[in-house]
């Protein structure tokens, strides 16, 4: 099969959010000699670029976004030793190690799932740790993972506050200017991102991803 | 009916099950499969549809989503399986009448049908928005003081004695009761003490929904509000609401807000989620009747089409094969001072009022700030009663949507319309509409009789 044929079966099964298809063809293309990071660029991420405009143009639904960033997940378990083996010490790495989380007392994910999901689709590595988590949790698990960015959701107003509380800890803890902070919400707005002091917000999980990549690329 | 003991024991004891496995493989894959198997389909020129073999396909395809998933526990990502007899036996079970608030301010609540002979019933407020404490009675006054206006609802405190109101803190019980304490004194004042509520809208755990069951707070002829979780799941936080109501005696109201675009997909799969939401809700909420609140995956708001859609789907669905008690949530994507406002208000209405449904509202400019205001509750009950009173068909009730949506459809932007806050379109003192606001309202009342509607 020629190079640009495992490319589309790549490309297809992650927008069809097939793993298994997707697992196959990325074995397929290695074992023709495919380029890696052709892999990764021209059939993954262009794959996980045309899910996220579907999902805008309402064509998708939060389904499809899952089962893509499960293609893509499988996938990336079959490239990867082959990327680290050829490109190893280049610039192939992940964008940058993010943590999501909906910030401690709210119980809503759909919306930080998508972000979640995009950010994944668009190469980052992101850890998410699900809802109602506590803030000391968040901030010990970036510590941890030695993420840069920190993105937080909050729907419910009376749980927006939490937000705060976590950058008034990492500035207590002499942090604050390791991690990049975003927060999202229903009512989260400009105003409240210069109230608390966070770096930056976005209106939907699109801008998110370009937010995080103007922020991470600065 | 299902022991409510018998729920907790099976979310401690049933099948353990990855969250987003219960997501993804239960809840997305069984919905898209019925989708297809039950030939599924919108039309966004049929917001409204009188197709009798569609609302059937609907419920049958809810009703084996239902049976096939149950539920399922995140606080022990179990599942909480649930039997076909105990389904039915839920269905059985659905109150068809519920008696809310005491005295000459009693109302029935009723399981409408379709073409029902009784008119809709109006909870007047805006739910859960957050409203500074400032002008939260007046807030509430301008709805409970509307003769059409037969229950009472409110936003939510986020401030009390100008602290801030955070979830889950000893402040949530102080805000709930204080929420409550100024409902109590609005119904007084307005002359309406025994009016209904649905309250306990600062309650946003647990925390202070538990505190305010008390007389002098929410009374066993209010209701409360028992979540929920997209889709399908409850967690032990929210079972605690519906065992507290147990032996006080507060009527719950079960609120699964469909996510339109999320897990069941599209419209269709939405209607799907959202009919099994009810069916799973007769059980592990204890449901005494249901809260219609799918809300727009990016618009939030209830007067899109594709959620217009789902409101009818569902609430049709259940007035033709079985009818319960439903109270749909009215949430335009406008605020107060907006003529936009008033026209969401309007399509809201004659869709809720064909499709079996009664109506709350409206959580103006989405529910997100306070730029609300009893004007448009007023025109919301007006045009719903006007829909009733001309026996509008469904295929009229159609016509008149798609004559309202190009008056509107221009505000679902990333920026909306969100208007302006309450007391900058009524007089706080006399609690009226300021001129321009009342202007508008008349206007838009003009332009919705030449359209032929007899509000």
């Given at each position: 099969?020629?190079?640009?044929?495992?490319?589309?079966?790549?490309?297809?099964?992650?927008?069809?959010?097939?793993?298994?298809?997707?697992?196959?063809?990325?074995?397929?293309?290695?074992?023709?000699?495919?380029?890696?990071?052709?892999?990764?660029?021209?059939?993954?991420?262009?794959?996980?670029?045309?899910?996220?405009?579907?999902?805008?143009?309402?064509?998708?639904?939060?389904?499809?976004?899952?089962?893509?960033?499960?293609?893509?997940?499988?996938?990336?378990?079959?490239?990867?030793?082959?990327?680290?083996?050829?490109?190893?010490?280049?610039?192939?790495?992940?964008?940058?190690?993010?943590?999501?989380?909906?910030?401690?007392?709210?119980?809503?994910?759909?919306?930080?799932?998508?972000?979640?999901?995009?950010?994944?689709?668009?190469?980052?590595?992101?850890?998410?740790?699900?809802?109602?988590?506590?803030?000391?949790?968040?901030?010990?698990?970036?510590?941890?993972?030695?993420?840069?960015?920190?993105?937080?959701?909050?729907?419910?107003?009376?749980?927006?506050?939490?937000?705060?509380?976590?950058?008034?800890?990492?500035?207590?803890?002499?942090?604050?200017?390791?991690?990049?902070?975003?927060?999202?919400?229903?009512?989260?707005?400009?105003?409240?991102?210069?109230?608390?002091?966070?770096?930056?917000?976005?209106?939907?999980?699109?801008?998110?991803?370009?937010?995080?990549?103007?922020?991470?690329?600065? | 009916?299902?022991?409510?003991?018998?729920?907790?024991?099976?979310?401690?004891?049933?099948?353990?099950?990855?969250?987003?496995?219960?997501?993804?493989?239960?809840?997305?894959?069984?919905?898209?499969?019925?989708?297809?198997?039950?030939?599924?389909?919108?039309?966004?020129?049929?917001?409204?549809?009188?197709?009798?073999?569609?609302?059937?396909?609907?419920?049958?395809?809810?009703?084996?989503?239902?049976?096939?998933?149950?539920?399922?526990?995140?606080?022990?990502?179990?599942?909480?399986?649930?039997?076909?007899?105990?389904?039915?036996?839920?269905?059985?079970?659905?109150?068809?009448?519920?008696?809310?608030?005491?005295?000459?301010?009693?109302?029935?609540?009723?399981?409408?049908?379709?073409?029902?002979?009784?008119?809709?019933?109006?909870?007047?407020?805006?739910?859960?928005?957050?409203?500074?404490?400032?002008?939260?009675?007046?807030?509430?006054?301008?709805?409970?003081?509307?003769?059409?206006?037969?229950?009472?609802?409110?936003?939510?405190?986020?401030?009390?004695?100008?602290?801030?109101?955070?979830?889950?803190?000893?402040?949530?019980?102080?805000?709930?009761?204080?929420?409550?304490?100024?409902?109590?004194?609005?119904?007084?004042?307005?002359?309406?003490?025994?009016?209904?509520?649905?309250?306990?809208?600062?309650?946003?755990?647990?925390?202070?929904?538990?505190?305010?069951?008390?007389?002098?707070?929410?009374?066993?002829?209010?209701?409360?509000?028992?979540?929920?979780?997209?889709?399908?799941?409850?967690?032990?936080?929210?079972?605690?609401?519906?065992?507290?109501?147990?032996?006080?005696?507060?009527?719950?109201?079960?609120?699964?807000?469909?996510?339109?675009?999320?897990?069941?997909?599209?419209?269709?799969?939405?209607?799907?989620?959202?009919?099994?939401?009810?069916?799973?809700?007769?059980?592990?909420?204890?449901?005494?009747?249901?809260?219609?609140?799918?809300?727009?995956?990016?618009h939030i708001a209830t007067s899109t089409r594709d959620v217009l859609w789902v409101i009818n789907a569902t609430g049709q669905a259940f007035a033709r094969h079985a009818p319960t008690i439903i109270v749909a949530?009215?949430?335009?994507?406008?605020?107060?001072?907006?003529?936009?406002?008033?026209?969401?208000?309007?399509?809201?209405?004659?869709?809720?009022?064909?499709?079996?449904?009664?109506?709350?509202?409206?959580?103006?400019?989405?529910?997100?700030?306070?730029?609300?205001?009893?004007?448009?509750?007023?025109?919301?009950?007006?045009?719903?009663?006007?829909?009733?009173?001309?026996?509008?068909?469904?295929?009229?009730?159609?016509?008149?949507?798609?004559?309202?949506?190009?008056?509107?459809?221009?505000?679902?932007?990333?920026?909306?319309?969100?208007?302006?806050?309450?007391?900058?379109?009524?007089?706080?003192?006399?609690?009226?509409?300021?001129?321009?606001?009342?202007?508008?309202?008349?206007?838009?009342?003009?332009?919705?009789?030449?359209?032929?509607?007899?509000?």
């Amino acid at each position: 099969m020629p190079e640009n044929q495992h490319i589309q079966a790549i490309i297809e099964a992650v927008i069809e959010g097939e793993a298994e298809d997707a697992a196959e063809a990325t074995l397929s293309a290695l074992d023709s000699n495919t380029d890696p990071l052709v892999i990764l660029n021209e059939g993954l991420m262009i794959g996980a670029d045309e899910v996220g405009k579907r999902f805008e143009r309402g064509e998708y639904f939060l389904p499809e976004l899952m089962l893509a960033g499960r293609a893509l997940k499988a996938a990336m378990e079959v490239v990867k030793p082959s990327l680290l083996k050829k490109y190893e010490g280049t610039d192939t790495k992940v964008k940058a190690r993010v943590v999501s989380a909906t910030v401690q007392t709210d119980i809503h994910d759909i919306g930080k799932n998508i972000v979640s999901s995009m950010l994944t689709a668009a190469g980052y590595e992101v850890t998410d740790m699900g809802v109602d988590v506590p803030i000391k949790s968040i901030i010990d698990k970036a510590e941890e993972i030695g993420a840069q960015v920190i993105c937080l959701s909050a729907l419910l107003t009376t749980s927006m506050p939490f937000m705060r509380d976590l950058i008034e800890i990492l500035k207590a803890r002499g942090i604050r200017e390791k991690y990049i902070v975003l927060v999202g919400g229903a009512s989260v707005n400009e105003t409240w991102v210069n109230h608390i002091g966070a770096d930056g917000t976005a209106r939907n999980a699109a801008d998110a991803v370009k937010v995080v990549h103007t922020l991470v690329s600065a | 009916m299902l022991n409510y003991l018998e729920i907790l024991d099976r979310a401690n004891t049933g099948p353990y099950l990855a969250e987003e496995n219960w997501d993804l493989e239960k809840v997305a894959m069984t919905t898209k499969k019925l989708v297809k198997k039950y030939k599924l389909e919108w039309n966004k020129e049929e917001l409204v549809t009188d197709d009798a073999s569609l609302s059937e396909a609907i419920y049958n395809a809810g009703y084996e989503l239902a049976v096939t998933l149950g539920s399922y526990s995140r606080t022990t990502e179990r599942v909480i399986e649930i039997s076909q007899d105990e389904i039915d036996g839920g269905i059985r079970n659905m109150p068809q009448n519920v008696v809310m608030g005491e005295g000459k301010d009693a109302r029935t609540l009723y399981a409408r049908h379709l073409n029902d002979e009784r008119a809709p019933l109006f909870f007047g407020g805006s739910p859960g928005t957050p409203v500074p404490e400032r002008f939260f009675l007046a807030n509430v006054m301008s709805y409970m003081q509307e003769p059409l206006i037969d229950l009472a609802t409110c936003g939510t405190l986020v401030e009390v004695d100008g602290r801030e109101v955070r979830t889950g803190n000893p402040i949530e019980i102080v805000s709930t009761r204080r929420e409550l304490h100024y409902m109590r004194q609005g119904l007084k004042r307005v002359g309406r003490a025994g009016m209904g509520m649905l309250a306990a809208q600062s309650s946003v755990s647990e925390l202070g929904d538990l505190a305010a069951a008390h007389p002098d707070y929410l009374r066993p002829c209010d209701s409360h509000l028992v979540p929920m979780l997209n889709e399908l799941k409850m967690d032990h936080r929210n079972i605690s609401r519906a065992v507290n109501s147990l032996e006080y005696g507060m009527v719950n109201a079960s609120l699964p807000c469909v996510i339109v675009g999320g897990l069941g997909g599209g419209p269709t799969g939405s209607a799907v989620v959202n009919v099994a939401s009810y069916l799973i809700a007769n059980i592990t909420c204890l449901a005494d009747y249901h809260i219609l609140h799918p809300i727009h995956m990016r618009h939030i708001a209830t007067s899109t089409r594709d959620v217009l859609w789902v409101i009818n789907a569902t609430g049709q669905a259940f007035a033709r094969h079985a009818p319960t008690i439903i109270v749909a949530d009215i949430y335009p994507k406008s605020g107060a001072g907006t003529k936009e406002l008033l026209y969401e208000t309007a399509a809201n209405a004659i869709v809720n009022a064909v499709s079996g449904n009664h109506l709350e509202g409206c959580g103006s400019a989405d529910g997100n700030a306070p730029n609300c205001s009893g004007l448009e509750a007023r025109l919301m009950a007006e045009v719903a009663l006007a829909t009733h009173r001309m026996k509008m068909s469904l295929k009229d009730a159609n016509d008149y949507v798609l004559k309202l949506l190009p008056k509107y459809e221009h505000v679902f932007t990333q920026d909306g319309n969100p208007g302006k806050p309450f007391d900058e379109v009524y007089d706080l003192q006399k609690l009226q509409p300021l001129d321009f606001w009342q202007k508008m309202y008349e206007e838009v009342k003009t332009e919705l009789k030449e359209m032929g509607l007899k509000v």
